[in-house]
Each structure stands twice: as C-alpha cells, then as structure tokens.
C-alpha cells in the first residue's frame, strides 16, 4: 500500500513539474549539468553520455539563464535517459575484458576475413586494428586499405561484428554511404538492416 502511494506521489510531483515547465516557471528545477562554450556553434547542444552526466555546448552568446532554462526544459528527458544509462554496462576501457574482446573478435576474424575478401573480390586484406572507440563501430581508410573495428563490438557477438566488417569491406569501393554503397551491401549481406538495428538496440 506504501508502494502504491509512494508511485502516485513520483507521478504527482511530475505531472506538477511537467505543467510549471510548461508554464515557463523561472524556479524549475535544473538539472546538474557541465558547459562548454564553443565559437563555431550555431545553436545550444545537450548530450547526456554513456555514464549519465549531462555536457551542454553553447555559442558564447548564449546567456547562462537561457541555457538554465533550455536544460530544465528538457529534465524529464534527461531522467529517461540517465535511468538507461545506469541499466548499460559501464563503457569499456582498457584493461582485462578489453583484451579478452580483443582475442575473440581476433579468433572470428580468422574465418571471416578470408571469406568475406573472397566473396567480395577484396585483394589483398586490409590490415584490421583493433581500437576502443568512443562513437563509430568500425572505420575504413581505403586509400591506406586499413580498416577499424570497435573493441566493444567483442561483447555484441558474431552478427554484429561480421555486419560491421562487412560494412568497412564496403567502403574500400564506395566511400561514402549513397546509392552504390548500400546496394554492396544489399547483395552480399540482405539482413544488413536487421543487424544494424539490433546493434543500435541496446
Ligand atoms: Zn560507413
């Protein structure tokens, strides 16, 4: 019975907090957030990361209040998003399981670089490192023929890790993602879409 009062209260005092904020209410909660200034921006930007903080970068012309405001604005939001981040696993460093992702995706890719530079017409393999990467799965540097792929990928499993491979293979004959491109992928890998959204799904 506590629990259910308890509830209705948290939904109450949103409900209150959603309806001041609507209201433009100057004593809304703001929540803690870190500011950088950058000279070359157009317009305010807030990120909450992998970790929960929450980084706004802001023109310099945009008063300290305006910026109080604009983060209030979008609290609720922010909630949401830092009650996911404490479900994620802490993002990866260097250290024990880095290394142990690194031998199993190593162990992978001694079966599917050969079969995918064969079924592609890649030749010769590119060199492939291995790297901890903060916002991309892979990269692909086709001039150097040397291709990145994100360590992290070691915890999403062989699917994931073939896709994003597959992908970077792609890139050493389309460069960016048009036309062309997907349709390298369309043919060699048909349920690219459906291994792209599980990788997106957290
Ligand atoms: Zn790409």
Request: net charge positive.
């Amino acid at each position: 019975m506590a629990q259910i009062f308890h509830r209705f209260l948290a939904v109450g005092v949103a409900a209150v907090r959603r309806a001041l904020m609507v209201g433009g209410d100057m004593n809304a909660p703001v929540p803690q957030y870190s500011l950088t200034r950058r000279k070359n921006m157009r317009r305010t930007v807030l990120r909450v990361g992998a970790d929960g903080a929450v980084r706004v970068s802001a023109p310099p012309w945009v008063a300290r209040r305006e910026i109080d405001e604009f983060v209030a604005s979008k609290a609720a939001w922010i909630a949401r998003r830092q009650a996911l981040a404490d479900t994620l696993p802490a993002p990866l460093t260097a250290g024990l399981e880095a290394e142990q992702l690194k031998t199993w995706i190593w162990e992978q890719l001694d079966d599917l670089m050969p079969v995918w530079c064969a079924r592609m017409g890649v030749e010769p393999q590119p060199r492939v490192s291995l790297k901890i990467m903060k916002s991309r799965w892979g990269s692909c540097n086709a001039l150097r023929r040397s291709i990145s792929l994100n360590v992290e990928l070691g915890r999403r499993g062989r699917d994931a890790l073939e896709y994003v491979l597959v992908h970077e293979l792609a890139h050493l004959f389309e460069s960016n993602h048009g036309p062309g491109f997907y349709a390298l992928m369309d043919l060699h890998l048909p349920d690219w879409k459906q291994r792209r959204k599980a990788l997106r799904a957290r």
